[in-house]
């Protein structure tokens, strides 16, 4: 067993090119993968890395012995499938990340957890991109067309954002009937956690260049947005299952619909691989099946 560990260690480290992204994921030290790695090189008597300060690249003899080392692991995973297979149920620990929206997957998950009590979850909740291999993710959930040409996807459901205010806010500050009559209203704005970056709103390509706008409030957490929303403290724009209760309850209305057609897509996305451990697979077939085909916001 040492040996396999070995072998998935130097598999880690040459997908992430880096002995710090392994440590990180295997819960340990940058100096002991390194190690880990130097022992295997004295055992094999070949160099597998070539090492600089700021780059750790696969000798000849690396590429070569990485080649077999997969091959090796895809048998192991092989036959633990088998046997997980005869044995019953899946079982396993599975890393997923999903996106900080709230509402639409926590149903899901503890759906997806009664169904599958032997199936340890580790979820890890945020809007950052990843690297599902190298950051060690067994899937993961995001929005938009993902480019990846080594990961498998399923498209999940899409969703469309909405304008919403609660019926206090419109009584004091007048309902919007047209675009540009959004210039005049508060808006409660999300800035993306990842990156900084304020979410654009729509209609602003309708408003004149140098129109001044109404005080406002900018935060990173739907959450908020959604209570500020509820307390009659302005416009938000928002994903759709966010507000579905509160919509349904008449707490919040919905303002401009015909202008805020565009949905967005979740998708899954895995590595991909000709085995998937069962753990994995019926995790996909569960989402897909309690997701796929729903477009969250539309109206009949």
């Known amino acids: ?15 992430s090119g880096s002995f710090s992204a392994t440590g990180r994921l295997l819960g340990l030290s940058s100096s002991a993968v ?4 130097a022992r295997m090189e004295t055992r094999l008597g ?3 890395f070539q090492r600089s300060t700021r780059h750790l690249a696969l000798t000849d003899e690396g590429e070569k012995f990485l080649q077999r080392c997969k091959r090796i692991l895809a048998e192991v995973e092989a036959a633990e499938q088998e046997l997980s297979a005869a044995s019953g149920a899946p079982s396993g620990r ?26 340890e979850l580790d979820l890890d909740f945020s809007d950052a991109l990843v690297n599902v291999i190298s950051d060690g ?23 469309r ?12 500050h007048g309902h919007p009937a047209h675009p540009a009559d959004l210039a005049r209203h508060q808006r409660l704005r999300y800035r993306f956690p990842a990156t900084g970056r304020l979410e654009a709103w729509p209609l602003d390509d309708t408003l004149e260049p140098a129109a001044p706008l109404a005080p406002g409030m900018v935060c990173n957490s739907v959450e908020m947005r959604v209570y500020l929303a509820l307390q009659g403290q302005g416009i938000a724009y928002l994903p759709a ?23 967005t897509a979740f998708w899954l996305l895995w590595p991909a691989s000709r085995h998937l451990p069962p753990r994995l697979r019926v995790f996909i077939d569960f989402l897909v099946q309690q997701l796929q085909d729903q477009t969250y916001g539309t109206r009949p």
């Not at 929005?143 to 899409?158: A, H, V």
């Not at 954002?161 to 004091?172: N, T």
């Open 1 to 15: 067993m040492e040996g396999l560990g070995g072998i998935a260690m130097f598999v880690q480290v040459a997908d």
């Open 241 to 263: 299952f966010t507000v579905q209760r509160e919509l349904a309850a008449g707490q919040l209305v919905s303002l401009l619909d015909a202008h805020t057609q565009p949905v």
């Open 46 to 48: 070949a160099r597998l």
């Open 161 to 172: 954002r909405l304008l919403v205010a609660s019926p206090a806010y419109l009584a004091r």
């Open 34 to 37: 390194g190690k880990s790695v």
């Open 94 to 119: 599975l890393r997923i990340s999903l996106p900080r929206y709230s509402g639409l997957f926590e149903p899901v998950i503890a759906g997806f957890m009664l169904a599958y009590p032997d199936i």
């Open 137 to 159: 993710f067994d899937a993961v959930v995001r929005t938009g067309e993902l480019d990846d040409s080594g990961l498998t996807r399923r498209k999940l459901c899409t969703f």
